[in-house]
Every structure is written in C-alpha cells, then in structure tokens.
C-alpha cells in the first residue's frame, strides 16, 4: 500500500530550522514584531489606556476567532494592536508603581527570544545539554551571593509561590525523616501529623498558608506571631510561640522569616531567628522574594545580614533582579535534602544517569518540563554587569526615601512607613479637618487609586491596615523621576478633593 506524505517543505515557513526558507521567515517575523512593539512604544503616553474591564474583555471576544487558512502575519499583529497591546498595562512607563511588578531589563527580553528559539526542557541534560549547566552555575553565583556554603543548591522556579512550597516540603519531609524515621515520599504523612506546626509573622505572604494546606497539614498547622512596629516579626513572640507549642506537645518544624513584605518591605531580624532556628532544631525558611535582590545592593546589602543562616531560601528575579516573568529560584543550605523530592523515571533521568556523572536537574525540582530561565539573569548580568545592577537597586531604594520625605511635607498625606525598608510606601489621602468631615476616606482613597487608573494617570495599588485603606507606591523602576512622584502626588491631592467637594471633574 502507497501512503501519500505531504511533503516537509510546505511547512518550512512555519518554523526556524536551518534551511533558507525557515530563517527568512523567522527574520520577517521578527522584523514585523519589533516594528509593532516599537509603534506602540512610541505612542504610548501613559500606563495604562484606562479602559475599564467590561470594555476590554468584549474588545477580546472580537478576536477570539481563528480561520481555516492561514493568515498574513502583520494582518495579525494590526489585529492585536489595540485589544492586546495598547489595552495593556504598561510596566515600563515610570508612573506604574503598584506591584512588585518590574519592567523588564532589555538582555532578559532578548534573552525570552532565545529560550523560545531553543526550546530546551531542562528536565533531563539530553533535553538541554548546554542550558542544564548554564542553570547549575547560576545557582552556584547565586548561592554565593547569599553567602552559603559549597553544599548549597539550588533550582529555578515559577516564583514566590512555588519557592515558598518547595522549601516546607522540604522542611516537613526533612522532620519527619529525623523525628519519626519516617519517609513522607513513600509512606504518606505519619500519623501524628496533626501536631506538625509552621511559625511565620503575621504579616507573612499567603503562600504560607497555601503551601501547608497543599501539603496536607491544613491552614491550622500555621501559627502567626505579632509583629512590631514597623511590621517585623517580634523575637520574644516567636520564642513564646514555641514554648507553647510544645507545652501543648505540639511539633513546630519550621519557621518562616520574611525579608521583604509585600506592603512594607519589612525584613524580621534574621539573625535571632537563625539562633533561635538552630537551638530549636526548626528549618528556618526565609522568603526572600522581594528583598533577596539586596545581594547586589552597594550600600545596603546589610539588610540581608543573617540570611545565610536560612536552610533554604526563595529569592524572585522578576522582582529586583528586573526579569521578565516568570523568573525566579529557590535555594536550599545543603542540596542532600533534594533527596525527598527526587523521582527516577527510566526514559527521563534513569539512576544510573547519576552514577555515569550527568546531571538531570528534574531531581532538584517540582516541575517535570521546566523553560531555561537562567539564561534571563546570566545574559543581564553578563550585559548590565554587576556594578549598574547594583546602582539601579540602590537608586530605587533612594527614590522611596526621598518620596517618603516628601510625602511628609504635605498636608493632606499620611505616610505609615516614614522609613521604607526597601521600595514600597504605604499612605493614604487625609485632609487635615478630616475628622470634622463625614466622609468615608477608605472609600475616598479607594476611588482615587480607581480614578488614577481609569485616566491613565498613574497606576499604583491599594491595601489594607488594621482595616482602613491605604495606598501604596512600589517603586520597583530605576527610570521613576521625582518629577513622576510630584506629578503623581498632585493628581492625588486634586482628586481627593474633588472627590470631598462632591465628585471628580471630567
């Protein structure tokens, strides 16, 4: 029986291969592309086009249709223009500043193309022969900065959330071995795995909460503890806690300090906890997502004092580090505790692998198909260099400095942290006879943050503290102006107004 194949070529435009017809059509592509992204760039004024969610999502079911036959690709690039491109949020604009959110560095973007051209899995070292130890040095540059030992390891993750899982399920497998001579990996969780316990401060991120409740401990397993003043975890508190806790014969296996709280920047002393961590027998985890890129801080890398002494440790670099999304890494003291977490599947990373010296970095990781984001930082580093890294990070921390001191000069400000610790402020619109006025100013500030965003004129965020809001400012980009705080801060203090006085003006 003949079997008619469609011949290869009729798809050779399809994809970047070695053949003439494949790389002119990637260059086309690209070309196109970047003339679009360039277009928009040029036209863009604001953060945002301030449309409002209802809009935008009818403006995407208007192109949510795909056709029988191929269509002209700069056909398709005017379609997206205006639904995808320009209904965007723009992060790189200097007045979007409200999440720990970062405009992307150029050699990350560049360094996304190349991920996607290549395509490496870095599951396996057949899969990514090259990426496999790109990653592996890294993670060794990046334990280095934090100051751990050679045992120290490491993996690239998604981010916080898959940062902050890793190193509980860790810290719980790594107990319950030690404690119970009991194997979660095989055996399922023990039996008097209800006493098991985390300790973390009240103002620790909800991935906290998340990772105990996927890891079959339940939300209750986590105990907060008070923070002080300017949001840290309170030592005294913490040593409380664990005396109680045991009164009550209950287990606490880990605890988990914060360097960078995603509204105050708040660092808990790492130091005491490290002392307490390691008197106490507890895995002290710290979720260094926001502050870890401190390490390449000039003058204040000294906020990261005592985080060496973490067992394990998230760092993002989609946040200070300038990465695009998503970039991040989770690091761990001693990398004989990836042990708990290691599978061999014979067709992937086969244990004889091991013995012949290839290094399959699944063994080190939650995800089985993993992209080569290490290629991100290596290419940022290699092209920004270590010292401009370090100025943009200090200028950052500069800038909230001078906005907090700023803020303080007007009347109609009230700033709650007067000394960021990192980049975030947190403050909020309250004229000065506010307590004459019978006004809800949560619901005032509330629709200035809306109202900055629906003209386009500023994005930043709103919170919650002690149940009122407030607004923050994360001043996460290097290009931010004090004119851009000025302006903004103008804006703010007329809209409040006009909103007292009986509504915003068109």
């Not at 007045?95 to 560049?110: F, Q, R, T, V």
């Not at 001078?402 to 400000?413: D, R």
């Amino acid at each position: 029986m003949t079997v008619n194949l469609t011949t290869s070529s009729k798809y050779d435009t399809f994809f970047l291969h070695q053949e003439e017809e494949g790389i002119e059509a990637f260059t086309k592509l690209m070309d196109q592309v970047s003339e679009k992204l360039q277009q928009v760039y040029a036209d863009t004024t604001t953060p945002f086009i301030g449309k409002n969610p209802k809009e935008i999502e009818e403006e995407i079911k208007q192109i949510m249709h795909f056709p029988v036959n191929m269509q002209d690709s700069m056909d398709v690039l005017n379609e997206i223009e205006w639904p995808i491109l320009k209904n965007s949020l723009h992060i790189s604009h200097p007045k979007s500043m409200a999440h720990l959110h970062c405009p992307p560095l150029l050699p990350g973007i560049a360094a996304e193309l190349i991920i996607a051209v290549l395509n490496q899995s870095m599951d396996s070292w057949d899969q990514s022969t090259a990426a496999t130890y790109v990653e592996n040095e890294m993670v060794k540059w990046l334990t280095d900065k934090v100051y751990y030992p050679p045992t120290a390891g490491g993996v690239f993750t998604s981010g916080g959330t898959q940062s902050n899982y890793m190193g509980l399920l860790l810290a719980r497998d790594a107990f319950c071995h030690s404690f119970w001579n009991h194997n979660v990996q095989l055996r399922g969780l023990p039996a008097d795995f209800h006493r098991l316990r985390i300790i973390c401060s009240e103002d620790a991120h909800f991935t906290v909460q998340k990772a105990a409740s996927q890891l079959g401990l339940g939300e209750q397993s986590v105990i907060t503890v008070k923070t002080d003043e300017k949001h840290r975890m309170i030592v005294s508190e913490v040593e409380e806690k664990i005396d109680l806790l045991k009164e009550q014969d209950l287990l606490p296996f880990a605890l988990v300090a914060t360097c960078g709280t995603t509204d105050f920047g708040s660092i808990d002393p790492l130091k005491d906890l490290g002392v307490i961590a390691r008197e106490q027998g507890i895995w002290l985890h710290v979720d260094a997502a926001y502050g870890g890129g401190l390490m390449l801080s000039h003058s204040n890398r000294d906020k990261l004092n005592g985080l060496e002494n973490a067992d394990s440790m998230t760092v993002d670099l989609h946040k200070l580090f300038f990465q695009p999304i998503s970039c991040g890494a989770f690091l761990v003291k001693d990398q004989q505790h990836f042990r708990h977490i290691a599978y061999h599947a014979d067709y992937l990373n086969p244990l004889n692998d091991e013995e012949e010296g290839i290094l399959n970095l699944v063994n080190k990781s939650v995800q089985t198909t993993r992209r080569f984001d290490a290629l991100k930082l290596f290419l940022s580093l290699k092209m920004v260099g270590t010292h401009t890294f370090g100025q943009m990070i200090d200028d950052t921390l500069t800038l909230a400095s001078y906005t907090a001191g700023y803020m303080k000069e007007l009347e109609n400000i009230v700033i709650k942290n007067p000394v960021p610790e990192i980049n975030t402020i947190i403050f909020r619109y309250q004229p000065r006879n506010a307590e004459k006025l019978t006004i809800d100013l949560c619901e005032i500030n509330r629709s200035i943050q809306q109202a900055l965003l629906h003209s386009g004129k500023g994005v930043i965020a709103k919170t919650s503290v002690n149940g009122k809001t407030f607004l923050k400012l994360t001043l996460l980009n290097p290009r931010t102006k004090q004119e851009d705080i000025h302006s903004l801060l103008t804006e703010i203090e007329t809209m409040g107004a006009e909103l007292i006085n009986g509504g915003l003006q068109s």
